[in-house]
Structures are given as structure tokens and as C-alpha cells.
């Protein structure tokens, strides 16, 4: 099938040769037969028998376990132990033999079932008793589980008309009810709503949840909950009004068993209902059923580890859901996860997962949990994942103070009450984490079928990870996540991450928070913010360079920052970053080192609560405004959006050598609200800063290197690579997009083959072969196509995986705003008088309505409703100052009565004038009582 995994076995070979005269192979094919040797000429049927086979020769001779083409269903997980491990001189590998496409499923094959008509389109057959499925594949392909609303094929994400949102809610975990909306209310009788499972999103859509359904009450207009919602953290739940409400479905239901494609399992019965596309003959089709949820797990332990086993070549697909297991909260990021992965490593060290196709899963791709050292993932290919791509997530046991967002939200508990004899030993307390290990030159696209809080690569309580060289699309939220600042050392290098956070909000592409020993779960104060602990746990740097991260779409998110360092993330560097359609975060942290970077927006760098002397440093960027916020027709005009940063100390010591171009407002920027360049360098910044173009070579093209007479160059700012970001594999560029006169595509060929390497290609959509196109030059498009190429070697074997992308001729390429300013060197946009978020002075203080300002939402914790206090004037503002309500706050309530905006704060201000009341206000994940005299 591929050429790379047998370049590796070669070179595994090599390092070998001179200790070992032989290696000792094993073959499996779908034509063998578990009773025979095992020979080229005798092969096992199964995996499980080749596995059984190895207990004789592992750590004693090297073994490769050839699979020859075909499906391999596994009837239970193959597990490989610290009994099977190879050795460096003697290691073991799987893997399909060349140009041989190898299935390895975690499902059954349905044979001569009998089906009958049952009603309206709909068929049904009798099942293995023992047969209780979660997912359903005909002919390869996953069907819809009958559900209510239908499923939107034309846009099936949050938002489509495949959900509906909540009248109302309990809005906090675990909910037990919400509301329905008249409209919304199903037509149909359930029978047995208790088989429904309902997928919900979070009130804040910072993920979403899965709940059983108890019964729905038609008369109330409520759907009753039962056992669900641990998919998450923190204590929203399902909640909301109007355009607020959480969005949700429900599926497997019978009654809603209603549009071709669809089907249902009536587990009790026995038996299985499809409605058939027209045209499908049930009695030639495939039916196969997940009946596993991890494929293969290498599982040892730090005293005793699964060592050197590489398994390469295969296509993984067809497993269980994970979302109705055990999930558990992880530190105090806000994720929590499910321990497990269609290949599952634990206590394993020196082994690889390369070229490898993950497709089709219920769960998580590939997961190292607890003790991994030195594990490579590599040339690997992740689609249609339920969960997460590729997981690297240590044990609580390894953290010396362990903290979640449930041990306080959901539990009760009180985070200073646990801190008391807090362990102040630095860095980990058990080897039980992810050390050195690798994941790059992989794809990871349209994952996060079930689950929403996912990342294409997501690492917690974990030390030295690399994530180099990838490729991330198409998500519902994180590209990369760092969960916590356990204990950092990560590499975050040369991907090409876009199309990310599209369910979801509060988020970035990058996303980091560091919650440990120093945060105490509030703003970077000196009482919140323990510096001198900082290092306890971030006991080394996290550098993410040479990345391009973009947004090219309309944000979901408040500002989707591309790189989001969230709070308490600590020694970052930062630096050769491009950085398009938003901007980098900061918040409350220490010593942020962010440097020659690329950013090109219409959104403010977001400079959030950092701390007094946080020994952050900003020099040699590139910073450009260009073009209105998504949504929005009203051109940018400042570069910073700050939000509660100390007034009594610099924010930084080395803030200088950028460069600023406002393409919106050229002469008369602001780099924060009011203070323009000049004011700026008064205050003690940007010394040497300067303003203008840096004259990008042709960003059109997505080269934004600067010429050689740009300004930039003269600050200091040097020029990075724009031509290695991503996999390296077989690539089309640019990669797919519209374009109304001519499009000129190049390809290249995957740079793993050194010598005499083809590309081929189609334009049709079919697979490219030997036979197909042979790229010899640019092409050029005039009309739309699906270009497909795949890189052949020298004896026309496949290498790596195909690569797809569709191009779209149209009358007019429509650019996001940032981009087409960009283009066009001044903005051409309509400015619109928008309805802008409420500021008023109420009582000397300067309150916002934080509800229309998402980037205030963001910064304060999440918090949508209430009175934001922007500043105080110190002479009119006694009011709030003798309660000791400073800025910052969110009011929230007034003697129990909720404030949802200024309007009611005026109110009760009328209402109970002269009466002191109690009011509780809201800063970062605190909640606080203040006694005012109204």
C-alpha cells in the first residue's frame, strides 16, 4: 500500500544488521488459516494469532508480521504487553506488505440477514442477541441514527438545520431538564424516549455534552435528563434563551426513524430498522457494526514497558463511541476526556505509530496515557474521528498538587482549603506522564464528529511533547490544546492549522492554560497570581515557532485568537509565527517571550490581566490592522484590546522594535483606545518602533516575507520560511479555494522519496494511479475541479496518502475583510453605524454591557450577563469604593434580583435609593458579596 513504512522497516533492519543475521517473519492473510505456521505459505487468518505466535520470539529475535491485502475484523482488542516487547537490536513490527491496502475494523460483519418490509420505506431484520451496537456501516459508509430534527447533510454543524436550540435550561451540570420551544415540540408520540441520547451544547459552547434522556413532557414543554454530562468541565450545563440557547439534538429515537439513510436498533427485540436509499439492494450491500472501542493497546508500565513495537500501513476504522463512558476532568484545564483510542499506549517507550490512516472512529484516534517516553507518531492520517486526533495525557498521580474544575463547581470543594500543606517540591511526583514523544508529517481533518471539546492534538500533565509539521482543519474547536503547564518543554512547530473553533467559542487554534501551583483561580494579582511558584511546575519552556495559523471565515469565537494563551500560561516563545484573520492572547501569565511574528487582522492583539512585573517581552513583531471584525462593517482602528492590566507598573520592561501598519486608519491609529503612536512611546514603549508598510513579497500568494528595503528589516525582524508549514507529504498548493479567472495549482511531491518520485493526478475526482495524469508542470484551471495526487516511487509504489482539495471557479472570489484590505491597500468596505456595545457612567462608575462585548466576555471569565465595570472616577464614584467594588467586576445581581444589563442596575438603583443592598459581582471565576449604599 505504501512505500514509507517499508523505507522504515529497511532502516529498523539496518540498525541491526551487524547483532542480528535474520528477522524473523510472520505472515497473516484473510485467505490463511489460524491453524497453519504462520509462513508466506501458510498465514495465519487473524491479528490475535500473530500476536499469540509472537510470545516465542519477542525480545529474541527481530519480527516483522506482514499482512497481506484485505479486512481484518478483530473480535476483541489486541493487546500487546510488556511480554511481547521487542528490543533496539530486536524490535517487531506490523505491517501491511507493499501496494497491499490492509482494513484492520473494530466491528462485525452482518451476513444473510433477513430482511422484511416493515413500513414507509423502512426494513428490518433480526440481529445476534449478543449484538448491541452504537453506529451503523453499509457499504463502508457511517448512517445517520434516526433522530429528531433530521440530520443537515448541507451543513450538519452547530447552527445547521440539524439542531434546535433550548427554550431554557438548568444550565449547570448535571442538568436535569430543558426546555422546549413551542415550534419545536415533536409531532410524533415517543414511545420510549428513554432510548434517546441527547448532544447538547454547553450554554457558554465551550464543548458539549451527551445526556440518556429519563421522559419528555410534551405539556411542559421540558425533556427530563438522566445519567450524562461528565464529557466536559465546569458547571454550565444546558441553558439559555433565544439566540443564547444551547443548541442540541436527539437521536435514537424509533419514531423518528423517517428519511433514507437512517436507522435503529431496538436492543431489547433484537432487532435492526434501516431505511434504504432508493435504489439499494439489502441483500448485496454490506452491514458491519463496532463492536470495540480500542483496536490495539500497547500497555505496560514504568517498571515493566511495551518497548520498540512500530505498527505501520494499516486503516484503522470502525469503532465504538466513547461519549456514554468514563470520562474524567483533567486538571483545571477546561476538558475532560475519555482514557482510551483506537491504538491505546500505556507504559510503552520507543514505539511508533507511522503511515498509518485513522478513519471512521467513535473515540479518539491515538492516546498515550499515563507513563510514554520517546513514542513517535508520524505520517499519519486522521478523519472523521469521534474525538481527538492524537492525545498525550499523563496521571493525576505524576501532579504534586492536583486541582479540577469539578472539585469545586460540581463537588463543592474549596481550592485554598486544599492548598493547605501543599506539596512545594518542583516538577513531577511519578513518572506516570508523556515524556519525549513526537507527533508530525500528519493530517488531521473533520474530527470531532461526537465529541465538540476536542484538538486535533491535545496535551495534559505531560513533558517535552514535539507537534511538528502538521496539518489541522476543519474542526469544532482546538487544533493544538496544552491543557496545563505540566510541565512544558513542548515544541510547537511549522503546522498549518485554519478552519478550527467552528462550533465552539472563547477558544484559539492554539489554545494553552497553566493553571498550577501559582494560579489561585483568579487574575494575575499578587495575591492571585504567586509568581514565586510559577516554576514548581512550568519547570521548562513551551516554544511554538514557524506556525501559520489562520482564520479565513466569520469567528464563532470571541476573536478566535489564533495563538490563545489563556490563564496562567507561563514561559512561552514565541516567535516566526504567521499569524492571519486574528491575533495572539495573553493572559494573566509570566515570561512570554513574543517575537518576530507575523500578524495580519482585524482583531486587537488581546492583552489580558497580566501580572505586576510579569517579565513578558514584545519585540521585532510585525503587527498589521487590516479590514472590519468579522460580522462587522466597521474598520479596526486600534492594535490592542486591554483588559485589566496593572496601572501602576509598565506592563513590560521590553516592549519595542515592532513595526504597526493600520491599512484602516494609516495616519491616525490608536494602539490602545485613545492613545496613538506618539503617546504610546511617551508612556515608555516601542522606543524605536515605526509605522508603515512592511511591504509583504506577494501575499496573494501567501508569501508575507518582507522585501529587502522593508523597515521591518532595519527593526531588527527577520524573515522566516513560507513554504514549510504543515505535512510534507504529497501537497497541493494552494490548497483548494475559489477563483474566477485562472488558478494556478503546483504540486509536490512528498519529500520522504530522495530519488525519481512521480506525482500523479486527476482532475475528476478518482483516485490517481500510475495510469493517471504525471505532473510535470503548474496547472492551470479554468473551470472547477477536484484535484487528487498521490506520490509514486521509482517501481510505482504509492507513497503516503492521497491528497484532495477542491478548487471553485465563481464571477467574484469574495475575501474575508482583513484579506481583501489587505489586497487592496485601504479598506473599501461600507462603514455602518453598528449597534456598539452599552457604555454608560452610572453613579461615577464606567459600566459596559458585557453581553455585546465578547472579547470582555472572554477576559472575565466567561461570564455573559451583568454590568462590566470599566473604570472609576475617583471623585464621583464613592459609592462603589466604600463597598470596596473595584474595576473589573461584573455586577450580576441586586438583592437577588438578577442584572442582566445597565438598564436593570438603573432600575433597582430607583427602586431601593437609600437602602443598602447587598450586590454580588463576578471576576474571574469568583463569585463576591459587596454591601453598597444605594
Not at 214 to 233: A, M, P, R, Y
Not at 432 to 437: D, F, G, L
Not at 698 to 706: A, K, L, T
Request: aromatic share 12%; with cysteine; net charge negative.
Amino acid at each position: 500500500m505504501r512505500f514509507f513504512q517499508i523505507f522504515l522497516i529497511f532502516v529498523i533492519t539496518i540498525s541491526f544488521t551487524l547483532k542480528s543475521y535474520a528477522i524473523h517473519e510472520i505472515y497473516v492473510s484473510t485467505e490463511g488459516s489460524d491453524q497453519n505456521s504462520g509462513i508466506k505459505s501458510a498465514p495465519f487468518a487473524t491479528f490475535g494469532r500473530a500476536v499469540k505466535a509472537l510470545e516465542k520470539f519477542s525480545g529474541k529475535e527481530a519480527v516483522t508480521v506482514w499482512f497481506n491485502e484485505g479486512t481484518y475484523y478483530l473480535n476483541e482488542t489486541i493487546l500487546l504487553n510488556s511480554k511481547l516487547s521487542g528490543t533496539a537490536e530486536n524490535p517487531i513490527v506490523f505491517s501491511s506488505l507493499p501496494g497491499n491496502e490492509v482494513f484492520i475494523k473494530g466491528s462485525k460483519l452482518l451476513k444473510s440477514l433477513p430482511w422484511k418490509t416493515y413500513k414507509s420505506g423502512v426494513y428490518v431484520t433480526e440481529i445476534p442477541e449478543h449484538l448491541n451496537f452504537d453506529q451503523l456501516f453499509v457499504n463502508g459508509n457511517r448512517k445517520i441514527r434516526a433522530r429528531y430534527p433530521n440530520y443537515d447533510y448541507e451543513n450538519p454543524l452547530r447552527g445547521g438545520n440539524g439542531y434546535l436550540q433550548v427554550s431554557d435550561g438548568t444550565n449547570r451540570r448535571y442538568d436535569t431538564w430543558f426546555g422546549l420551544k413551542d415550534k419545536d415540540i415533536p409531532t410524533r408520540d415517543w414511545e420510549n424516549p428513554s432510548t434517546g441520547i441527547v448532544h447538547a451544547f454547553q450554554s457558554h459552547n465551550w464543548g458539549n455534552m451527551q445526556y440518556r434522556i429519563k421522559s419528555i413532557d410534551k405539556t411542559e414543554k421540558k425533556v427530563f435528563l438522566g445519567e450524562g454530562g461528565w464529557q466536559l468541565q465546569r458547571a454550565y450545563g444546558i441553558g439559555g434563551k433565544e439566540n443564547k440557547g444551547s443548541w442540541f439534538f436527539i437521536d435514537n429515537i424509533f419514531e423518528e426513524l423517517d428519511v433514507a439513510g437512517e436507522w435503529f436498533l431496538d436492543s431489547e427485540k433484537h432487532l435492526l430498522y434501516y431505511f434504504p436509499e432508493e435504489g439499494v439492494d439489502l441483500n448485496t450491500v454490506t452491514f458491519e457494526v463496532p463492536i470495540l472501542k480500542d483496536l490495539i493497546q500497547l500497555k505496560g508500565s514504568a517498571d515493566k514497558p511495551v518497548k520498540h513495537i512500530s505498527i505501520s500501513g494499516f486503516n484503522f476504522t470502525q469503532s465504538k463511541t466513547t461519549f456514554m463512558d468514563t470520562y474524567e476532568p483533567v486538571a483545571r484545564g477546561d476538558w475532560a476526556i475519555h482514557r482510551g483510542g483506537a491504538i491505546f499506549m500505556e507504559g510503552a517507550e520507543n514505539c511508533s505509530i507511522t503511515d498509518n490512516n485513522f478513519e471512521y472512529l467513535g473515540g479518539n484516534g491515538v492516546f498515550m496515557s499515563a507513563y510514554n517516553r520517546n513514542n513517535t507518531v508520524s505520517s499519519c492520517r486522521f478523519v472523521h474521528v469521534g474525538e481527538s486526533a492524537v492525545a498525550f495525557v499523563g496521571s493525576p498521580d505524576a501532579v504534586r498538587f492536583y486541582q479540577t474544575w469539578d472539585d469545586r463547581e460540581i463537588d463543592g470543594g474549596n481550592w485554598d482549603d486544599m492548598r493547605k500543606n501543599m506539596d512545594l517540591e518542583p516538577g513531577p511526583k511519578s513518572p506516570n506522564y508523556p515524556k519525549n514523544c513526537t507527533i508530525e508529517n500528519s493530517v488531521m481533518h473533520d474530527f470531532g464528529d461526537y465529541g465538540k471539546q476536542v484538538a486535533g492534538i491535545y496535551i495534559s500533565m505531560s513533558h517535552k511533547i514535539k507537534a511538528s509539521h502538521n496539518t489541522i482543519y476543519n474542526c469544532p474547536r482546538a487544533g493544538i490544546c496544552i491543557n496545563d503547564g505540566t510541565w512544558g518543554g513542548h515544541i510547537i512547530e511549522f503546522n498549518d492549522i485554519w478552519e478550527t473553533v467552528r462550533e465552539t467559542g472563547e477558544h484559539g487554534p492554539f489554545n494553552s492554560w497553566g493553571r498550577e501551583r501559582q494560579w489561585r483561580g483568579s487574575r494575575g494579582t499578587d495575591e492571585q497570581f504567586l509568581k514565586e511558584l510559577a516554576k514548581l511546575d512550568a519547570i521548562d519552556n513551551v516554544i511554538i515557532r514557524n506556525n501559520r495559523i489562520a482564520n479565513y471565515r466569520k469567528s464563532i469565537s470571541a476573536g478566535n485568537w489564533t495563538i490563545d494563551l489563556d490563564d496562567g500560561s507561563s514561559y512561552f516563545e514565541i516567535y516566526n509565527n504567521l499569524n492571519l484573520g486574528s491575533t495572539i492572547k495573553l493572559r494573566d501569565g509570566m515570561e512570554r517571550k513574543v517575537f518576530n511574528n507575523i500578524t495580519v487582522s482585524a482583531v486587537p492583539l488581546g492583552w489580558h490581566v497580566w501580572p505586576k512585573n510579569s517579565e513578558d517581552e514584545i519585540y521585532k513583531n510585525i503587527f498589521v490592522i487590516s479590514g472590519a471584525l468579522p460580522g462587522k462593517n466597521e474598520p479596526t482602528k486600534k492594535f490592542i484590546r486591554d483588559v485589566g492590566l496593572p496601572t501602576e507598573t509598565k506592563w513590560s520592561e521590553h516592549y519595542d522594535n515592532n513595526m504597526y501598519w493600520n491599512i484602516n486608519h494609516p495616519n491616525d491609529f490608536d494602539i490602545i483606545d485613545g492613545v496613538g503612536l506618539k503617546s504610546w512611546q511617551e508612556k515608555g514603549y516601542d522606543i524605536n518602533a515605526v509605522s508603515g508598510n512592511p511591504l509583504f513579497v506577494n501575499p496573494s500568494e501567501g508569501n508575507y516575507q518582507v522585501q529587502e528595503n522593508s523597515e521591518a528589516l532595519k527593526l531588527g525582524f527577520k524573515n522566516f520560511p513560507m513554504d514549510q508549514f504543515g505535512h510534507q507529504m504529497t501537497r497541493i498548493i494552494p490548497f483548494g479555494g475559489e477563483f474566477s479567472e485562472i488558478q494556478i495549482v503546483q504540486l509536490v511531491v512528498d519529500n520522504r522519496v530522495e530519488k525519481n518520485a512521480k506525482i500523479y493526478y486527476t482532475l475528476d475526482g478518482t483516485e490517481p494511479t500510475i495510469n493517471s495524469i504525471e505532473y510535470s508542470k503548474p496547472i492551470q484551471l479554468k473551470k472547477s475541479r477536484i484535484i487528487k495526487a498521490q506520490t509514486f516511487d521509482s517501481n510505482g509504489v504509492a507513497v503516503g496518502f492521497v491528497n484532495e482539495t477542491t478548487f471553485a471557479k465563481v464571477e467574484k472570489v469574495i475575501y474575508p475583510s482583513w484579506l481583501s484590505t489587505l489586497l487592496a491597500g485601504k479598506y473599501e468596505g461600507e462603514v455602518e453605524n453598528l449597534k456598539k456595545a452599552l457604555i454608560l457612567e452610572v453613579k461615577g462608575a464606567v459600566m459596559i454591557n458585557i453581553a455585546d462585548d465578547p472579547d470582555l466576555i472572554d477576559a472575565t471569565g466567561g461570564y455573559n450577563f451583568g454590568c462590566y465595570i470599566q473604570s472609576l472616577n475617583l471623585e464621583k464614584s464613592q459609592m462603589w469604593t466604600k463597598a470596596k467594588l473595584d474595576r473589573d467586576w461584573v455586577i450580576q445581581q441586586v438583592n437577588g434580583n438578577k442584572v442582566q444589563n445597565i438598564s436593570d442596575l438603573k432600575n433597582y438603583l430607583k427602586k431601593f435609593k437609600g437602602n443598602k443592598v447587598t450586590v454580588i459581582a463576578v471576576r474571574d471565576y469568583k463569585e463576591k458579596k459587596f454591601k453598597v449604599e444605594f
